[in-house]
Each structure stands twice: as structure tokens, then as C-alpha cells.
């Protein structure tokens, strides 16, 4: 069970200490507690982030082939230079020089904007500063929309058509909702 809310309270009585949570839906409530097994559960609570939706990830390769094409450059290339200039998406790491270059492999894995640059040493002996930067699949909703603006730019300069400005704007609010 996922939901949003912002209403909790806490009960302590003989049993222990509780912590109560508003739902919105009461047969949902009511099914879910009704339906409980005596096995264990996990229960994580943190704040809501609206993340980006799908059709901004859509839009934003369909624009980044057009500029790939214009340009003659590598799509992957493309998104990887905007992933750096978004800002507040990246880490600075001291990683051990000996481990650098593993480190970087593994950054990688995650996908094709999880990229890492070296800044140079560190203050600590040994080791190397690295900015590792997140890929858009983890972005929120405001990382993504900067994402979203950086590409549109591009293509204007380069005279491809772009969704309206009324167009960007209800794409970047209409956000899928997950958390």
C-alpha cells in the first residue's frame, strides 16, 4: 500500500508506541487491515518528491535525436553534456586513487547519465575528488524540467521545432504521480 498524506498522530498505551496515518480511501483501510497475514512488514515513510513523467523523458529523446541528426553528434553525447549542466545532481566523492577507475565503472552502471568526472586530489592523501553525477531516471520533477528547458534551448538555436511554451509548461506539470 502507497499513499500520500500529511496528517499523523501517536499513541502510546500498554501494547507500545504508535504511530496513527490518514488515509484517504477507508475501504482501502479497511481491506488492507483485514486482509493482514502474522508475518512481518516493512513500512517506510519520507517525504513526497513529485518525479518526472514519462512523457518528459519521451519528449526529451525524440528532441535529442533531432538535434543528434542536426549536429552530427552522438544523442548520448548530447544528453550526457546536459546531465552536467543542470546542476544539483551530482555528489563530490573522495574515492582512493587505486579505486578510481573502478568506482567510475560501477558509477556507470546505474546508466547512460550516470558519469563521473575527476575535480583532482583531494586534501586527503591518496585519494582523488570525483563529481558523480545522478541520471535523469531518479530525477524530480524540477531536476527534470531543467532538463526539459536545456534541450528546447538547444533545438531553438538550432531552428527544430519545439513544442509551444503553453505545450512545455502543461508536459512539465503533468508528473505520473509516483514517489
Avoid at 112 to 119: A, E, F, M, Q
Avoid at 153 to 161: F, L, M
Amino acid at each position: 500500500m502507497e499513499f500520500q498524506t500529511t496528517k499523523f498522530k501517536w499513541v502510546m498505551n500498554a501494547e507500545g508506541c504508535w504511530i496513527t496515518i490518514q488515509h484517504p480511501d477507508r475501504n482501502a483501510v479497511q481491506e488492507f487491515v483485514l486482509s493482514q497475514e502474522d508475518k512481518p512488514y516493512t513500512v517506510k515513510i519520507e517525504p513526497y518528491k513529485k518525479k518526472r513523467s514519462l512523457d518528459s523523458n519521451s519528449y526529451y529523446w525524440t528532441l535529442a535525436g533531432k538535434l543528434s541528426a542536426k549536429l552530427k553528434i552522438p544523442n548520448v553525447d548530447i544528453y550526457r553534456q546536459h546531465i552536467k549542466d543542470i546542476g544539483d545532481n551530482y555528489e563530490i566523492l573522495p574515492i582512493r586513487n587505486d579505486a578510481v577507475e573502478k568506482f567510475t565503472q560501477a558509477w556507470g552502471k546505474n546508466g547512460i547519465g550516470w558519469i563521473t568526472n575527476i575535480i583532482g586530489e583531494s586534501k586527503l592523501k591518496g585519494y582523488t575528488n570525483i563529481m558523480a553525477y545522478y541520471g535523469s531516471s531518479i530525477y524530480t520533477s524540477d531536476q527534470m524540467a531543467r532538463l526539459i528547458d536545456l534541450i528546447v534551448n538547444d533545438c531553438k538555436e538550432q531552428g527544430i521545432e519545439t513544442m509551444t511554451p503553453v505545450e512545455l509548461e502543461r508536459m512539465k506539470g503533468e508528473w505520473n504521480g509516483r514517489t
